[in-house]
């Protein structure tokens, strides 16, 4: 994989913590920021298609909901035949 670099800024205490958090995983600050993007971005993603699925279900529970509907005369009427 090819690598840029790129040039970003952040507030001092930011980067004095990001540095603890290197030495501590005993990594460079870069390989961190990279993962730490990584992370948030699946994130992201993550929460967009929770997003996408609930709206689904939420679609799906109103098309349930209006099948139901549209057969509750003929389940009243077959209830009639039942002893």
């Not at 670099?5 to 001092?12: L, Q, S």
């Not at 993550?46 to 057969?71: D, P, S, V």
Request: proline letters at 2%.
């Amino acid at each position: 994989m090819s690598v840029q670099h790129i040039n970003i800024t952040m507030p001092v205490p930011l980067r004095i913590e990001l540095d603890r958090w290197a030495k501590r995983e005993h990594t460079k600050r870069s390989t961190l920021i990279q993962k730490a993007v990584q992370l948030y971005l699946e994130l992201v993603k993550r929460k967009k298609i929770a997003q996408l699925l609930r709206q689904g279900y939420a679609e799906m529970a109103e098309e349930m909901k209006e099948i139901n509907r549209e057969f509750e005369c003929l389940d009243r009427e077959s209830l009639q035949h039942v002893d």
